[in-house]
């Protein structure tokens, strides 16, 4: 029985680069998912500011006028957001970015290229813990 909207849940998908948003929003709606897109960390920052429900936010690093790591210490200090999952995605897999994404209270980090499938297995497995 498919799910109706009220049952899904919804994230919030932050990358400036359109092919790889609309690649992770049509695996993601595949599944129990709806997602939202935001292109830059402005426009991110905007929506998690909203009273717009989100269960996840996968962000990118490497944006134009916010970086991810920007938004993500932002998002932390909203108080109807400083519990919500974050998956970082990048281009650069240093490690300077996975410790601050760690410090900002980044739930995962991911590499690009990164598989669609696993990324839908890994916020899957999230919601099951």
Do not use: C, W
């Amino acid at each position: 029985m498919p799910q109706t909207d009220r049952t899904r849940r919804t994230v919030l998908v932050a990358d400036d680069e359109p092919y790889i948003g609309r690649i992770i929003q049509l695996k993601l709606e595949d599944g129990p998912y709806q997602v939202l897109l935001a292109h830059d960390g402005e426009e991110a920052l905007e929506l998690l500011r909203s009273d717009q429900p989100f269960d996840l936010v996968l962000l990118d690093i490497m944006m134009p006028r916010l970086s991810g790591l920007d938004v993500l210490r932002e998002l932390r200090r909203l108080p109807h957001r400083g519990e919500t999952p974050v998956i970082m995605l990048t281009a650069k897999g240093q490690e300077a970015d996975r410790e601050n994404a760690s410090r900002y209270g980044a739930t995962d980090f991911l590499t690009k290229p990164f598989s669609p499938k696993k990324l839908l297995a890994r916020i899957d497995q999230l919601f099951q813990e």
